[in-house]
């Protein structure tokens, strides 16, 4: 079964507007999580990665005013795209590492979430 | 020059053909191996991991050469249900400071 979930699946939203993905662990506690982004028909995008209690660590290139990181704890990680425009319509995937077992080995998915900004 | 390098496909094969991609990493630090199925409009999952000493499930066999810092995958006897993007996947670093680092993935598409 399914050990990282996402919310919302899909969202419209106008531009200008904000958008706020929750990313939660299920059966095992996120030591660190990850967001990507993935536009069609490309490899997944690391944007940032984040432990929890501390900062998010961004990937060259990705705004961190724009996409706000929180992993309050450990089993929540949010993203929040700030004043969204089209051009940040992608599908964005989150992932989840935990600290012990087969957690530890790789990263686990969330179902992903597409974000449509009109 | 990518951390992770795949050939991106697509590759187009007959139900019950055998098929194999590889991939090759520049970083030689790298610690750990996955191969990825990402469905289309899907998250990736995981498929295997991938062990020096080759490790096989089912119809499909992974391996790794470190001296090559080459891996493979081998899928037998293809089922349609196998179509998909196949992620390459390298782990490097140790523990809560590993990173890990896709290939671009490879694109299997399964005829009947």
């Known amino acids: 079964g399914a050990v990282v979930s996402q919310h919302p699946s899909w969202v419209i939203c106008k531009s200008g507007t904000s958008v706020k993905i929750e990313c939660r662990s299920l059966d095992f506690q996120a030591t660190t999580m990850f967001w990507y982004r993935q536009f069609p028909k490309q490899s997944l995008m690391l944007m940032a990665t984040?432990?929890?209690?501390?900062?998010?660590?961004?990937e060259q290139g990705v705004e961190k005013d724009k996409f706000l990181i929180n992993h309050a704890s450990l089993t929540l990680s949010t993203l929040t795209v700030t004043s969204a425009h089209p051009e940040d319509s992608s599908f964005y995937i989150c992932?989840?590492?935990?600290?012990?077992?087969?957690?530890?080995?790789?990263?686990?998915f969330g179902p992903g979430t597409r974000l449509l900004v009109l | 020059r990518k951390e992770v390098e795949q050939d991106p496909g697509p590759f187009n094969v007959p139900e019950g053909a055998t098929v194999a991609f590889n991939c090759t990493y520049s970083?030689?630090?790298?610690?750990?191996f996955f191969w990825y199925r990402q469905d289309c409009r899907k998250e990736p999952k995981l498929l295997m991991s991938v062990y020096s000493s080759g490790n096989e499930d089912g119809r499909f066999t992974a391996q790794l050469n470190r001296a090559s810092q080459y891996i493979s995958l081998l899928i037998r006897d293809s089922k349609l249900s196998d179509s998909a993007t196949y992620l390459c996947?390298?782990?490097?670093?140790?523990?809560?400071?590993?990173?890990?680092?896709f290939g671009s993935g490879t694109r299997l598409s399964i005829r009947p």
């Open positions: 970083n030689s630090a790298s610690q750990s």
């Open positions: 984040s432990n929890e209690g501390s900062k998010a660590t961004y």
């Open positions: 992932s989840a590492r935990g600290s012990s077992g087969r957690f530890q080995e790789t990263q686990y």
């Open positions: 996947v390298v782990n490097k670093g140790y523990s809560s400071a590993s990173k890990i680092i």
